[in-house]
């Protein structure tokens, strides 16, 4: 395992050589702290697309050009630039000189960019360790983490009936609810919808009534499509056996007709629009929480995959108040119905991208729709071509659920992609991955559009005869591949309901790669814990810190270049990027990471460990491991869990709760 070094602070002159430079110097007159800030002040502005100042960009190395605000030396650099080797990492004792403007001036041997060290620039000694580019995350939820953070969560955990009912009666007890008062609510995180022991078990509300409580009781799964109810939660919110299912959702119903407690997809708002909301000023301090730990995780950009005006007025004030650390591209949720109405549909995303186009690290451009649901047991809500299996292998009457037709979505596509706008579908079954490819051709043919960088997230399942449209169609294959390992989710509830056959082509990530596609990654955070370098490693190995072994490693496994790259330059690709973002070489943009260890290099298995010990953005340093609040925020990272306010510790029943989707949370509860 690589020892994870702290990063020296010295200002003293970039060192000729690698070995020289291992053992350090001693400090200099300005700390890296105080030279850091001043070159975030200009990084912040190069965020912006504004320039440095005269007097900035005077200052002069001994050479008499312009000199770097920061050199990063004694690296290995992994450029991302495809051409120049496999790695493209050019060997140890490679420098980054990062420019007054936030951008990158040069990067190449330690030797050759002492010119850009003047008598102000900070030096970095990287230990020998991996510089790149910054994680892009081109499917991911933050502000739901924040908000997710607020309330007690079960982790994901596999349990018994009784097993539950005795953690819910924890969190109970320690918010009062164990009483007669029935005006509160306890809404509870991270249900995992197939962990109800024994496998197959089917939730019911009759297990949440026999609480001993008044309230209203939910709990929300992990996965983002299904919600679990007890019967003061259904009274209020008026379900019955007569309500009619919601366009784009479903009220499950048992033999006798009557609700279950279980409501999919769009089924749940029936719910949770009347779970009271927290404060404003809790809200924000959470989400603010959660930015910290994706920018001590090593992300710098982030697609957030579901924005509707509630998450961009958040933006607003997180930005407003400089809480905001990464670059965002949000993307408007438009649901079931708008993705009948191409005009109006367009006119609402228009609308809101006037309205707040102004706020700073945002950039517009981007719609989501829904395709379908997800495809385990005993949701089974993903659209399939053939239909799910009993579980014995006989073939069932259901195929999922299609929630906007391949005509549908391809009207709304050529009206999005001819005003300029880019598509990226929730498709995790075959089907629902044909219907966007499909859509996507539609457009093309209509519009004539050549590059609209459409995309497909999470492909959990493609047919094999559609590998090759993501590259004839430009296609972004955006894929969260620390799911791909066989554990609870892609083993016991899976394979026996779709079969042998097609359970081959789970996350087929090497195959979509053979056939041309662009393969962008994301962590769809918070239906997983945030873990970064776990997730790249199981792009890898197929397995991953947690997974009970490889899930078809040697067909679907990535390389270890194709996997960073995938994870840069490809998302930025994905998210129209790639010109400012995404690679480390001249003229990009300084959002750079300084990890522990050698990712390149090191055993494959060392890469889940890995800790971030600066992160930049523009040139501003948005995390460093070694003032007070990164090492807070470090710490919350190598939890590897959802992260928690302070003033919100985990309840102390939670020492029960392990063992879920992706036995991941890494910490001691408690």
């Known amino acids: 395992m690589t020892t994870p070094l702290p990063l020296p602070r010295h200002g003293s002159p970039v060192p000729s050589g690698s070995?020289?430079?291992?053992?350090?110097?001693?400090?200099?007159?300005?700390?890296?702290?105080?030279?850091l800030a001043a070159a975030g002040a200009a990084g912040a502005a190069g965020l912006l697309g504004a320039t440095a100042s005269p007097a900035a960009a005077a200052a002069a190395?001994?050479?008499?050009?312009?000199?770097?605000?920061?050199?990063?030396?004694?690296?290995?650099?992994?450029?991302?630039?495809?051409r120049g080797g496999p790695d493209a990492t050019g060997g140890p004792g490679r420098s980054v000189a990062v420019g007054r403007d936030g951008r990158i001036l040069a990067v190449g041997p330690d030797a050759a960019l002492r010119r850009y060290v003047g008598r102000d620039t900070e030096t970095v000694d990287a230990r020998g360790n991996t510089v790149m580019s910054g994680i892009h995350d081109g499917h991911v939820h933050p502000l739901g983490a924040g908000d997710r953070s607020l309330r007690p969560s079960l982790e994901g955990a596999e349990t018994t009936e009784a097993e539950l009912r005795a953690?819910?009666?924890?969190?109970?007890?320690?918010?009062?609810?164990?009483?007669?008062?029935?005006?509160?609510?306890?809404?509870?995180?991270?249900?995992?919808?197939?962990?109800?022991?024994?496998?197959?078990?089917?939730?019911?509300?009759?297990?949440?009534?026999?609480?001993?409580?008044?309230?209203?009781?939910?709990?929300?799964?992990?996965?983002?499509?299904?919600?679990?109810?007890?019967?003061?939660?259904?009274?209020?919110?008026?379900?019955?056996?007569?309500?009619?299912?919601?366009?784009?959702?479903?009220?499950?119903?048992g033999a006798d007709g009557l609700p279950t407690g279980v409501l999919k997809d769009d089924a749940q708002d029936l719910v949770k629009r009347h779970v009271p909301e927290p404060s404003r000023a809790e809200l924000v301090a959470a989400c603010a929480?959660?930015?910290?730990?994706?920018?001590?995780?090593?992300?710098?950009?982030?697609?957030?995959?579901?924005?509707?005006?509630?998450?961009?007025?958040?933006?607003?004030?997180?930005?407003?108040?400089?809480?905001?650390?990464?670059?965002?591209?949000?993307?408007?949720?438009?649901?079931?119905?708008?993705?009948?109405?191409?005009?109006?549909?367009?006119?609402?995303?228009?609308?809101?991208?006037?309205?707040?186009?102004?706020v700073a690290g945002l950039r517009f451009g981007m719609v989501k729709v829904f395709l379908d649901g997800v495809i385990e047991h005993p949701a089974q809500t993903a659209a399939l071509l053939e239909p799910y299996l009993d579980g014995a292998g006989r073939p069932t009457g259901n195929r999922g659920e299609l929630y906007t037709s391949a005509t549908d979505y391809g009207r709304l596509t050529a009206a999005f992609n001819a005003a300029g706008w880019q598509m990226h579908a929730h498709g995790l079954g075959d089907r629902a991955v044909r219907t966007a490819l499909d859509g996507y051709a539609y457009a093309r043919r209509v519009t004539g559009a050549r590059d609209p960088?459409?995309?497909?997230?999470?492909?959990?399942?493609?047919?094999?005869?559609?590998?090759?449209?993501?590259?004839?169609?430009?296609?972004?294959?955006c894929m969260q591949l620390q799911w791909a390992a066989r554990d609870t989710w892609t083993m016991e509830a899976l394979l026996p309901y779709i079969g042998p056959r097609r359970h081959r082509w789970m996350y087929p990530a090497r195959s979509l790669e053979r056939a041309g596609a662009r393969l962008a990654g994301g962590s769809d955070w918070p239906v997983d814990a945030l873990q970064v370098w776990n997730q790249l490693r199981t792009a890898i190995d197929r397995q991953g810190e947690h997974g009970s072994g490889p899930l078809y490693r040697e067909l679907e496994g990535l390389g270890r270049s194709s996997v960073l790259r995938m994870h840069t330059a490809g998302t930025a690709w994905q998210l129209r990027q790639e010109g400012l973002t995404g690679t480390v070489e001249q003229g990009r943009a300084a959002d750079l990471v300084v990890l522990d260890r050698d990712v390149t290099r090191c055993p494959v298995a060392d890469i889940s460990g890995t800790e971030v010990r600066l992160t930049l953005v523009?040139?501003?340093?948005?995390?460093?491991?070694?003032?007070?609040?990164?090492?807070?925020?470090?710490?919350?990272?190598?939890?590897?869990?959802?992260?928690?306010?302070?003033?919100?510790?985990?309840?102390?029943?939670?020492t029960a709760v392990h063992g879920g989707r992706h036995r991941a949370c890494g910490c001691t509860a408690g």
């Open 19 to 35: 070995a020289a430079s291992a053992s350090g110097s001693a400090s200099g007159a300005l700390s890296r702290r105080g030279l």
């Open 61 to 82: 190395g001994p050479s008499g050009r312009a000199s770097a605000a920061l050199v990063i030396h004694n690296a290995r650099v992994f450029t991302g630039v495809e």
């Open 167 to 253: 953690i819910l009666s924890g969190f109970l007890a320690e918010t009062g609810g164990a009483g007669a008062e029935p005006d509160r609510w306890l809404v509870v995180e991270d249900w995992n919808p197939v962990g109800l022991l024994p496998i197959g078990t089917a939730p019911h509300h009759s297990v949440l009534d026999a609480l001993a409580t008044r309230w209203p009781v939910v709990l929300v799964g992990g996965d983002g499509h299904n919600l679990w109810a007890n019967r003061r939660a259904l009274d209020i919110a008026g379900i019955t056996a007569a309500t009619p299912d919601p366009v784009g959702g479903r009220i499950v119903r």
């Open 289 to 358: 929480g959660v930015l910290e730990l994706a920018a001590a995780s090593g992300v710098t950009t982030m697609m957030d995959a579901l924005v509707g005006r509630h998450e961009l007025s958040l933006y607003q004030e997180l930005a407003g108040a400089g809480r905001l650390p990464q670059r965002i591209v949000p993307a408007i949720r438009l649901d079931a119905a708008q993705a009948k109405d191409p005009t109006a549909a367009l006119t609402y995303a228009r609308a809101l991208r006037r309205e707040f186009e102004g």
């Open 453 to 477: 960088r459409n995309a497909v997230a999470h492909l959990q399942l493609v047919d094999p005869a559609d590998l090759r449209r993501f590259a004839q169609l430009g296609v972004a294959a």
């Open 618 to 654: 523009g040139g501003r340093v948005v995390h460093d491991a070694d003032s007070t609040t990164g090492r807070a925020a470090s710490a919350r990272a190598a939890q590897r869990a959802t992260y928690r306010p302070a003033s919100g510790p985990r309840p102390v029943s939670a």
